[in-house]
């Protein structure tokens, strides 16, 4: 059973950063892609970036491509989103979750728990405009 914890959610105005972390203490991360998703009220949850296994493999969506950095050191079992150029519509609450990943090199951004079996309690981003 992997346990996460996110952290490093907060209120900050348009075009601040951020730095979210998600941990598994007492858990290694080596066998385990991971993924970063937000849910808005009202809205469905959403894919924001996932890291492979690796490291070397990452993905963004299309509206935080450019602003968002997925990072992960192995070595902490922590797995890093830096948030830059915030924009009030980042507003929501941000998960990280793992899934065991067969290959060294892939990730993906779906938000199902099939893919993704871990969840963490989900950390508040809020962006003032």
């Known amino acids: 059973q992997l346990k996460l914890a996110e952290s490093g959610g907060g209120l900050v105005q348009r075009g601040g950063s951020l730095r979210l972390s998600c941990a598994a203490p007492?858990?290694?991360?080596?066998?385990?892609?991971v993924g970063w998703f937000r849910q808005a009220p009202g809205n469905e949850r959403e894919g924001v970036s996932c890291?492979?296994?690796?490291?070397?493999?990452?993905d963004d969506s299309d509206s935080v491509k450019g602003r968002f950095t997925i990072s992960r050191d192995n070595a902490k079992n922590t797995v890093y989103l830096q948030l830059t150029d915030l924009k009030p519509e980042d507003t929501a609450v941000y998960f990280c979750?793992?899934?065991?990943?067969?290959?060294?090199?892939?990730?993906?951004?779906?938000?199902?728990?099939?893919?993704?079996?871990?969840w963490g309690q989900g950390t508040q981003v809020t962006v003032s405009s």
């Open positions: 979750a793992a899934g065991w990943g067969v290959s060294l090199d892939s990730c993906i951004m779906v938000p199902d728990t099939v893919r993704y079996p871990y």
């Open positions: 007492g858990s290694s991360w080596d066998g385990f892609r």
């Open positions: 890291i492979s296994r690796s490291g070397r493999r990452t």
